[in-house]
C-alpha cells in the first residue's frame, strides 16, 4: 500500500521530532570531546537511546490501536512489534557499553524496517518514513559515536 495521505508534517511533529535529536548530538559530542567525563556522557548517551527506541516502538502500539483496514492477524502483529524495541532498548542498559550501542543501532534499523513494512500494509502520512528514517539515521550515528569514543 502507498502512502497516500498528502497532508504536510504538522509544526509539531518537526519540532518534537528533530529537537529530540538534540540529546543525542550534544551527548555524542560530549563522549567524543569531553576525555574526563567521556564515560558520563557515554552512558547519558545509550539510555537516551534506549529511551527513545522504546518510545518508537510504542508509535506501532498505538498504529495498531487507530489504523483503519488492518486485518486482525496484521493487528496482532504490530501489537507483538510494538514491545520488541523495548525488549531491545532494556538488555542494552545491562550490557557491556561496548555492545550497548550496537544493540541499540540494531533495534533503530529493526525499526525502521518495521515501519516501512507497516507502511505497506496501512496508510501512513507521507511525511512519516522520511521522517523516521532521517531521525533514525542520525540517532545511530550518534550511537556511532558512542562506539567511537575513548569511553
Known sequence: MTNANPVA??????????GGLLPFLALALGSLLDQHHAALWNQALRAYGAIILSFVGALHWALAMTLPGLSERQRSAWYAWSVAPALIAWPAMLVSPRLAAPLLIAGFIAHY??????????????WYLPL????????????????ASPA
Not at 524496517?113 to 507521507?126: F, G, H, I, K, N
Open 113 to 126: 524496517l518495521q515501519d516501512r513494512r507497516l507502511a505497506s500494509q496501512a496508510v501512513l502520512p507521507a
Open 132 to 147: 523516521r528514517l532521517r531521525l533514525s539515521t542520525v540517532a545511530c550515528v550518534c550511537l556511532v559515536g558512542a562506539i
Open 9 to 18: 508534517m504538522p509544526r509539531t511533529v518537526a519540532w518534537l521530532g528533530y
